[in-house]
């Protein structure tokens, strides 16, 4: 049985969507990877979005959800670290490339059409084919120069991150932290008014 929780998927990026699984609600820090019970339904989340796809993979997520946990903390906490320090106008470090190489190195690809879309497809064990799937989007994003991009939410109690290629977007989204920052604005201006 898997557990029901909210992933926000704002950016439609596993990398960044990887990262963006520790949030903050009520003030409190959260991590929505946990046990393996998240990584499946996180996984299910997904694939139901078509950023992963089951035939990536060689068996089925229950079987190695268990495994994966602790590499995608591990990608998890070396992605933030390096995104965030992009948000903040650093550069990535000289190891960054090769990092990210090695996590596809325990898991290289062939390719194969999925809803007639050419898809990388990792050989090797799952646990490392999401890692290598979610290490590749990285290098997709830096080779595309897209991660120049990256962004904190402007709310500053928010860590989640998002690519704006516009450079008018503020907000990771709108339902999660636009909305809530027009209500208290609002509500401080209607107290004006009542003094």
């Known amino acids: 049985m898997t557990v029901e929780t909210n992933f926000p998927l704002i950016s439609g ?3 960044i ?25 996180w996984f299910h989340t997904l694939t139901k979005h078509n950023i992963l796809f089951n035939e990536q993979f060689t068996s ?7 495994d994966a946990l602790p590499l995608l903390r591990e990608v998890r906490s070396y992605l933030r670290e390096s995104y965030e320090n992009l948000a903040d106008g650093q550069e990535l470090s000289s190891s960054w490339i090769t990092h990210m190489e090695l996590f596809i190195q325990q ?40 991660l120049r991009n990256i962004h904190r939410c402007a709310n500053p109690d928010c860590v989640l991150l998002f690519i704006d290629t516009r450079g008018r977007r503020k907000w ?11 209500v208290t604005r609002h509500q401080q201006q209607k107290k004006k008014e009542d003094v």
């Open 17 to 41: 969507d990887l990262v963006n699984t520790e949030l903050v609600r009520n003030g409190i820090r959260h991590d929505l990877l946990t046990d393996p019970e998240n990584v499946i339904s």
């Open 172 to 182: 990771c989204s709108m339902k999660i932290c636009g909305n809530r920052e027009k």
């Open 107 to 146: 898991a290289p690809f062939s390719y194969q059409l999925i809803n007639n879309e050419l898809t990388p497809t990792p050989i090797g064990k799952p646990a490392n084919a999401i890692v290598a799937l979610i290490a590749f989007n990285a290098l997709k994003l830096f080779s595309s120069n897209q």
């Open 60 to 66: 089925d997520i229950e079987r190695w959800a268990k």
């Open 13 to 15: 990026q596993i990398s």
